[in-house]
């Protein structure tokens, strides 16, 4: 398919000798990007025929830094500031890399969108957080946008659930959730009215059979 071609043109493209480091990196960007959008068509589009996440040691923070450097150009002309914080030293989970990163750049997307009139603050915070079960790793979005009224927040788990925008597909949250759940993770949304929202996704550092 297509994908394909765009991702060995830019790895191609990736390897001329007299390249800025900086483009060099964007370009490395939209190959994994293409791979992705291939990943995604036959994760989540090939109903019939569902194919198993390939789990392997993850770096969330890289992700998340991925979701930033992606978006950047997104938060910038919409004055949306974007920190990140770590929290202490954050250990590898095992995870599918290319679901995981759609999970933050739907969530980061929302975030967006939430604050695209007026600016606003998405604050990223990764922390170590381990649950009676499992030990995980978390990752949480805070955004200061108007947030969810609560009537709404119960409507979120709704397959093409979407509010206020003129483009809303209403399927970004639940495909979280579903990578999420495959990863045995939670994933959160908290809001007040005027008080922007906070998502929290966790994930657990070690798959069964992985
Ligand atoms: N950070 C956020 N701030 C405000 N509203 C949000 C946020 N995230 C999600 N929502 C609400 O949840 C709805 C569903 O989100 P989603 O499943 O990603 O679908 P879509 O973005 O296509 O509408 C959105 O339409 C929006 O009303
Ligand atoms: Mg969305």
New binding site residues.
Partial sequence: NPLIGIGSLADHMGQARDLPDSLRRQVALIASEARRIDELLGSHLSQFRPRSFEFQPIALEELVRDTQSLLSEAFRKRKIHVTLTVEGEIPAVEGARGPLQQVFL?LA???L??MSEGGGTLAITLFRENRPEDEGVGVRLA?T????PEA?LKR?NEPF?????AK???????ICRDIVDRHRGTLS?E?SEGG??R?TVWIPLRQEGA
């Fill in positions: 739907n997307m929302n975030a969108d939430a955004d946008g108007p947030g969810i709404l979120l659930f979407t509010h206020g925008k809303g597909v209403g399927l970004g949250l639940t949304i809001s922007g929202v998502a």
